[in-house]
């Protein structure tokens, strides 16, 4: 009787991606499976350039904000604020207290949004639907605060080189507050849902481990590093806005898997929602309700007046503005900018009543004149949603930037996702790219 001859087995080459709902149109991941085990993998990025570096490089600083909002779209605050403080440390201004309050309070209503979208996606991505809608009703919430001070959801383009586009609304206070104990309650919830939930419990602990020498070494940051229990939080290690002046934790994982990474991003929300009550609690200089000092007129009134010289006592007189410019009358002005000519446009009240502010007005909006930093470079850094987002802008004295350099958080973790999911099963790899949070418009920037 011949003897059996030995299996042959082969590997097998599989595509995940770009047409796959979990890799968002644009990622690839060539898989090389040995059954159901991941023997190598090799990540595509390149679906989507947008050319982001350039496009700033052909606009001026202020029209750079647009582009910004695009990088982190769930979280765009957070890259306004970034690029803004990056040309303020160039230009050597120095923000209002009230003004970085603001920031602080509207970046972490912001990292709350871009968690609960992280974990809510992932959880659904595992079949807890429910956990999805959950999240999604929270942002919600979060997503009207926001529109209520920018005039928009996502898109927001609030930031300034110097400042804000605009003060609270007069009742942003309690509204956020309203806002932030439901979130609490939802957040809760989810914990009660998934936390101790067999099947999510199974499909995330000791899946898409990473040690922290192997993070530290591509360069990682955020809630993948804290996992791992590497304890680098920018807002800690070089405080900015003002973070020094709040008291949060930092949350830190064990073992560096998807478990981890979820319980991290958990109690992160809560220790945002614990420093936006801390800055609500003590924001200098409120709204102010009534202007005592003159009286309200329509600004095609207040600029005919002008124009005639019948200016006696104009600039006393408020503007009644559209919708969108409410917050930024000239009695919110000076708390929410840094006090010079070359980086804010002054109050409407003035550009209407008054010919050196008209000159000032078009003299920063102008292109080839506008906010013009000396020479030099700088990199600013802050703690983004997924870790730490940083603008390197190199100024050639112009009004435009001569090259800036993006450094996205998603980056480094997308760099070492091929040695994550390596031995791990096909199945695996959804709850893991989850994990890494990836947004393509600042990954393929």
Excluded at 167 to 180: H, I, M, S, T, V
Excluded at 208 to 229: M, V
Excluded at 277 to 305: C, F, K, R, Y
């Amino acid at each position: 009787m011949a003897e059996p001859k030995e299996l042959e087995t082969k590997t097998m080459l599989l595509n995940v991606g770009p047409a796959h709902p979990a890799m968002h149109g644009v990622v690839q991941i060539k898989v090389q499976l040995d059954g159901e085990i991941v023997r190598k993998a090799d990540i595509e990025i390149g679906y989507l350039h947008r050319a982001f570096e350039k496009e700033c490089e052909n606009s001026t600083y202020t029209q750079c904000f647009p582009y910004t909002d695009r990088l982190n779209y769930v979280s765009p605050l957070i890259n306004n604020f970034a690029f803004a403080a990056a040309v303020e440390q160039l230009m050597d201004l120095e923000i209002p207290p009230r003004c970085n309050y603001i920031r602080v309070i509207m970046s972490e209503i912001s990292r709350i949004t871009d968690h609960l979208t992280c974990i809510g996606a992932s959880a659904m991505e595992l079949g807890a639907f429910s956990a999805f809608l959950y999240m999604i009703k929270a942002r919600e919430w979060l997503y009207e605060l926001i529109e209520s001070v920018t005039g928009a959801r996502l898109t927001i383009s609030y930031a300034r080189i110097g400042g804000v586009k605009a003060d609270l609304p007069e009742e942003f206070a309690k509204q956020c507050r309203a806002a932030l104990e439901k979130t609490r309650e939802v957040i809760q919830e989810m914990d009660d849902l998934l936390t101790r939930n067999r099947i999510f419990y199974d499909r995330t602990r000791g899946i898409g481990i990473i040690s922290p020498e192997k993070a530290r070494s591509y360069g990682i940051t955020g809630p993948f590093l804290r996992s791992t229990g590497e304890d680098y939080d920018v807002r800690k290690v070089f405080p900015y806005f003002g973070y020094d002046r709040f008291d949060f934790d930092v949350p830190i994982g064990e073992r560096g898997d998807n478990y981890d990474r979820y319980l991290v991003r958990m109690e992160e929300m809560r220790q945002s929602i614990r420093i936006i009550e801390q800055a609500l609690d003590s924001i200098p200089e409120g709204p102010t309700n009534v202007d005592p000092e003159g009286h309200i007129i329509d600004p095609d009134l207040m600029a005919d007046l002008g124009k005639f010289g019948k200016t006696a006592g104009l600039l006393h007189n408020e503007v009644l503005i559209e919708p969108t410019l409410k917050g930024s009358e000239k009695r919110y002005h000076d708390r929410l900018h840094a006090a010079t000519k070359e980086a804010w446009l002054p109050p409407k009240e003035k550009v209407y009543a008054s010919i050196e502010a008209l000159m000032n007005h078009f003299k920063i909006i102008m292109l080839g004149h506008g906010v013009r930093p000396p020479k030099g470079e700088v990199y600013f850094p802050v703690e983004g949603a997924n870790g730490e987002l940083g603008f390197y802008i190199v100024s050639d004295g112009t009004d435009r930037p001569w090259r800036v350099r993006c450094h996205p958080p998603c980056f480094p973790i997308m760099a070492a996702l091929d040695h994550i999911i390596e031995g791990d099963q096909l199945a695996d790899i959804v709850p893991t790219f989850g994990s890494v949070n990836m947004i393509a418009g600042e990954l393929d920037r």
